[in-house]
């Protein structure tokens, strides 16, 4: 069981908005800043965003959020291009490791 | 532009070791905080260690403790993971991953496979 909990699935049609979360507990999500992944078909993950900032090369129908103990990755516009596994992970204060979520697999019909 | 690059993997039988290395360019090396983050074929991603700038400072997931050792050198820009004893649940892909603010942030590299098998 992963410390950070996801939803194992989401999906969307294209153009539309959704909503991927990330619940922790006042250790990890409400005390450090948040990473989110992409996974395109099992390849290497790439960042997303960190915190508040937008990774290079992300375009901007992505943004992220935090409010206590859970963040958020928004998608607007939804794009084919963006069927993907996610994941969150930040650090942990008790356990001294990183924690990441178990991956929601988005699926955009 | 930021390049991580894995190396060492391979298949090798339980019990034995094997030393990863992660090639890095593009930003200054000593700067930054590096991890090693690892996912099991058709599983997750899972944190195995970390080693801050100067090489002083490590930590490691309860699971390698006493078998893995995360090491740098700077001079060559180069991060390393000596795996011993190692398991048949070490099989993974091995990424290296450049941290910020001590976290594994923003750069990952390709990831080099790891096959522990008899």
């Known amino acids: 069981q992963s410390a950070l909990t996801q939803e194992a699935s989401a999906s969307g049609t294209v153009g539309q908005k959704v909503t991927l979360s990330c619940t922790g507990n006042s250790n990890n999500v409400a005390r450090y800043s948040v990473g989110w992944y992409q996974q395109i078909s099992h390849g290497a993950p790439k960042a997303v965003m960190f915190?508040?900032s937008l990774s290079s090369g992300i375009p901007d129908r992505f943004s992220g959020s935090k409010s206590g103990t859970t963040a958020s990755l928004t998608i607007s516009d939804l794009q084919p291009q963006d069927e993907a596994d996610y994941y969150c992970s930040t650090w942990d204060y008790s356990l001294n490791v990183q924690v990441f979520g178990g991956g929601t697999k988005l699926t955009v019909l | 532009e930021v390049h991580l690059v894995e190396s060492g993997g391979g298949l090798i039988q339980p019990g034995g070791s094997l030393r990863l290395s992660c090639a890095a360019s593009g930003f200054t090396f000593s700067s930054y905080w590096i991890h090693w983050v690892r996912q099991a074929p058709g599983k997750g991603l899972v944190w195995v260690s970390r080693i801050n700038s100067d090489g002083s400072a490590t930590n490691y997931a309860d699971f390698v403790k006493g078998r893995f050792t995360i090491s740098r050198d700077n001079a060559k820009n180069t991060l390393f993971l000596q795996m011993n004893s190692l398991r048949a649940e070490d099989t993974a892909v091995y990424y290296c991953?450049?941290?910020?603010?001590?976290?594994?942030?923003?750069?990952w590299g390709q990831g080099t496979l790891v096959t522990v098998s008899s």
């Open positions: 991953v450049r941290g910020l603010g001590g976290i594994a942030a923003d750069f």
């Open positions: 915190g508040n």
